[in-house]
Structure formats: C-alpha cells, structure tokens
C-alpha cells in the first residue's frame, strides 16, 4: 500500500495548526478526515484541500466523548477508508494561575486533550493492528516543561509525552509508530488569545517571542505540519517513542 492510498485523521482540523497539518499531509497524497466539533468549522480546511485536487471530508466530533469518536472512526473508515494515520491536534486553553482555577478549568483541559489524544487512539488502533502498520502524531507542547498560568495546559502535554512513549511501547510490535511535536511559540488564534489574556498587544507579544528565540523568528502553523509531516511519513517507521520539539531553539 502507498502513502497514497493511506487515510489520515486530523483533529482539531478547523485552524490553525491542525488546518496546516490537514493540508500538508493532503499534498502529501493522504486523504484526510478534518474533525472538529462542528463539522462546519472545517469547510475551508476542506475546501483550500479540494482546491489543490486532494480528497478530505469534515467529520464532526467531540473527542472527550467515547462515543462521537467511535462513530467519528467508523464514519471515516467507511468513507474513506481504514485510518493509518492520526494526528491528535485538538486543544483548548482555560489559563490561570492555580489559586483562580475552577474545577471545570481543569477538567475541560483534560478532557479535551488527554482524554481526548486516548480515545482517538483507542479507536484507530484497532484499524492500524490489522494493516500491521500506522503512525500516531499527538500535539504535546514546551508548556510540558511548566509554564506560568498553565497548570491544566502543562500537565495534559506532559500527560501526552507519557502517553506517547507508552503506546510506542506496546504498539510498535505491530508496525506503529507514536511520537509526540511540541511546539513553542506559535501564531495561531489561541496564542492570540493568550496575548489578551495577559493585556499585551499581539504584535509586541509577537516580537517579544521572537527575540528570546534562537532563530529570532516565531513559529507559523506550517513549521510544526512539516514535522508532522515526516513523522506521518512511512520513512519514519524507525522513529518512535520521541517528542521532537519544534520551538527555534533547543527545549526538552
């Protein structure tokens, strides 16, 4: 089978990196399932796809529900064929700082990136056991080594780091692969979001970024795809296990 004729599952498809990632692995001859929670937040990821003569269809699914992904997997499986590829990309931001915290804070981070990277993976699993072969792509990020205000954020992506390294563990046996891309400063919506957070404007927090970063640049949804990319790639079959650090200088 060539990569050609391989499905990949991108979640958290509708922006951002996620939407760079559907696309890159698109132009890499995947076809793609973009999942969100909305299916509709995925139309223009769908469609910059279709522009460029790929195959992808928008799939909508909450992730921290068991359910919703095991028909989200079906559903993909039946339309556009058994998953070989998934990238576990969706995520949502509830900072503070640990005494301003809610219970609901926590947990909706937990839930959508932890629980929702187990599910996911549960439910491709099954599909890459049998072709013998399957790359799994979780979205960790250098807030895993701490980061002021991020106390749910910081342990969900270091929870991933472990979770990656245990499935590399159990499922390589069977041709699978698992590593884990953790970005650093990244200009997406939600690091937007952040700057507003903490009353700064974009650009100056931007350019702030920038300067402490070796490369003096700050990162774009592209740079963390391309990792992705070649961890996705059937060129990677050695590499497991790793959390490759995509932050223009040298983290972990």
Sequence with gaps: M??????AIVTGAARGIGAATAQRLAADGFAV???????????????????????AIAVGADVSDAA????????????????SVLVNNAGVLRDNLLFKMSDDDWDTVMSVHLRGAFLCSRAVQKYMVE?????IVSLSSTSALGNRGQANYAAAKAGLQG???TLAI??????????????????????????????????????????ETPVRRVGRPEDVAHAISY???????????????VAGGPRG
């Design 68 to 83: 919703a992904v095991e028909a989200a997997v079906a559903h993909v499986a039946e339309h556009l064929g058994s998953p």
């Design 2 to 7: 060539t990569d050609r004729q391989r499905v």
């Design 33 to 55: 399932a973009a999942v969100d929670l909305d299916a509709a937040n995925c139309a223009d990821t769908v469609a910059a796809i279709a522009a460029t003569k790929g195959r």
């Design 131 to 135: 072709q013998k072969y399957g790359r």
């Design 231 to 245: 961890l996705a790639s059937e060129g990677a079959g050695f590499v497991t296990g790793q959390v490759i650090y």
């Design 163 to 165: 979770f990656t390294k």
């Design 170 to 211: 159990e499922l390589g046996p069977f041709g699978i692969t698992a590593n884990a891309v953790a970005p650093g400063f990244i200009v997406t919506e939600m690091t937007a979001a952040t700057a507003a957070r903490v009353g700064v404007d974009f650009e100056a927090f931007q350019a702030a970024r920038a300067a």
